[in-house]
């Protein structure tokens, strides 16, 4: 199972990033997690239902200092995520 989750709200600055890599890598998901230039944090993960249901959960809690304003999922075609290894930041500086 594939997904994408648009995450809103007080999500950049507060190691939203960070938090969904630890995350999702303690679930072995594959996938990554990005800023916008909107200001919003993108994410792609990839595995078994049960561990999205818990990504799911953590990205709308999210770290410490940060604020979930509005959260947007899509389930994406499973072929959108064959070529998904390792969670990881994209575009972290």
Known sequence: MVLHFLIQGRVQGVGFRWFVQREASELDLRGWVRNTEEGDVEVVAAGEAADLDELR???????RGSRV???VEHTLNDSEGE????FRIDGAW
């Open 69 to 71: 304003d509005r959260f």
């Open 83 to 86: 070529s998904l290894d390792s």
């Open 57 to 63: 959960s953590s990205l709308k809690r999210g770290p």
